[in-house]
């Protein structure tokens, strides 16, 4: 078993930044996809941004060129770096990971508010 943690939400201006953090209780160690999601009031949770353990990313378009995901050294945390916030950004981020191929873990974070807000 793994637990995920998130940190670094908020409120924010538009047009600031926040950095999201999804600590590991250990290690991520093999094959992996770390997914951050976000639901906002009365819509669709959406996949925000996604990691593979082989290093390929992938983004919605609604975010694509401000948001960037990565990883530490350790592999033990993801990041989320939200720059030039948008009012439509405001939602509950969640770390989602997927570990195993075929899948045999699948966690989730327990969510964390962002609001951007003037």
């Known amino acids: 078993q793994v637990q995920f943690v998130e940190s670094g939400g908020g409120l924010v201006q538009p047009g600031g930044s926040l950095r999201l953090s999804c600590v590991a209780s250990?290690?991520?160690?093999?094959?992996?996809?770390m997914g951050w999601y976000r639901q906002a009031p009365g819509k669709q949770r959406e996949l925000v941004a996604s990691?593979?353990?082989?290093?390929?990313?992938n983004y919605a378009d609604s975010v694509k060129g401000r948001f960037t995901i990565s990883r530490d050294s350790a592999e033990s945390t993801v990041y989320l770096q939200m720059n030039s916030l948008k009012p439509d950004d405001t939602a509950v981020y969640s770390c989602?990971?997927?570990?195993?191929?075929?899948?045999?873990?699948?966690?989730w974070g327990q969510g964390i508010q962002v609001t951007v807000s003037s």
């Open positions: 989602n990971a997927r570990l195993g191929v075929p899948l045999e873990y699948e966690y």
């Open positions: 250990r290690r991520l160690l093999g094959i992996y996809t």
């Open positions: 990691l593979t353990s082989a290093g390929y990313t």
